[in-house]
T-cell receptor, first 114, second 113 residues
Framework: DAGVTQSPTHLIKTRGQQVTLRCSPK?????VSWYQQALGQGPQFIFQ???????QRGNFPDRFSGHQFPNYSSELNVNALLLGDSALYLC?????????????FGPGTRLTVT | AQSVSQHNHHVILSEAASLELGCNYS??????LFWYVQYPGQHLQLLLK??????LVKGIKGFEAEFIKSKFSFNLRKPSVQWSDTAEYFC???????????FGTGTRLQVFP
């Protein structure tokens, strides 16, 4: 049973560019959440997708957007990249749209903005 | 605003020593509580969780945590640490009926043989 997978593993972009990160949830999970983990910090909630819609959003600007596909996989898009967007981006999945379930994390995508 | 505080940023112990990592949260409503661990080079893994019931919960690898509602705390404990417990430990809170996790800044634990 594959866990949460993310691609790519590493990415280097230039300020002002746009980036797309991808996530496939654990089998049987239909909810995907995205987190940003800056160096030395805990993960910060960006947003959550369920039934192909953004269900919750953290305190991130509109430059951060996402999408969920019918197969539950998800993309995180970041426009107009800033140096401060350099971080590890984590995807997590859970088995239901709402409720008290644990989240399973992927290995992350390390984004470096130069 | 909802927040989680982990007061110990870096803890260094010898094997067999006892461990207690502090976690306090600020949120007025019902919450679910978690401890996640990140071993070197690995992804975040759930160590233990509290949803309801007995406030003393046991997790994997001999870890346990106690929820003290009056103190808004969920401290992690282990009676005797091993070198393999070297990792980063994150406390997280999820407001009831949401899957949104609010993490603390983490505690780096180093255990020396």
């Amino acid at each position: 049973d594959a866990g949460v997978t993310q691609s790519p593993t590493h990415l280097i972009k230039t300020r002002g560019q746009q980036v797309t990160l991808r996530c496939s949830p654990k089998s049987g999970h239909d909810t995907v959440s995205w987190y940003q983990q800056a160096l030395g910090q805990g993960p910060q909630f960006i947003f959550q997708y369920y039934e192909e819609e953004e269900r919750q959003r953290g305190n991130f600007p509109d430059r951060f957007s996402g999408h969920q596909f019918p197969n539950y996989s998800s993309e995180l898009n970041v426009n107009a990249l800033l140096l401060g967007d350099s971080a590890l981006y984590l995807c997590a999945s859970s088995p239901t749209g709402q409720g008290s379930y644990e989240q399973y994390f992927g290995p992350g995508t390390r984004l470096t903005v130069t | 605003a909802q927040s989680v505080s982990q007061h110990n940023h870096h803890v260094i112990l010898s094997e067999a020593a006892s461990l207690e990592l502090g976690c306090n949260y600020s949120y007025g409503g019902t919450v679910n509580l978690f401890w996640y661990v990140q071993y070197p080079g690995q992804h975040l893994q759930l160590l233990l969780k509290y949803f309801s019931g007995d406030p003393l919960v046991k997790g994997i690898k001999g870890f346990e945590a106690e929820f003290i509602k009056s103190k808004f705390s969920f401290n992690l404990r282990k009676p005797s640490v091993q070198w393999s417990d070297t990792a980063e430990y994150f406390c997280a809170v999820s407001p009831y009926n949401t899957d949104k996790l609010i993490f603390g800044t983490g505690t780096r634990l180093q255990v020396f043989p």
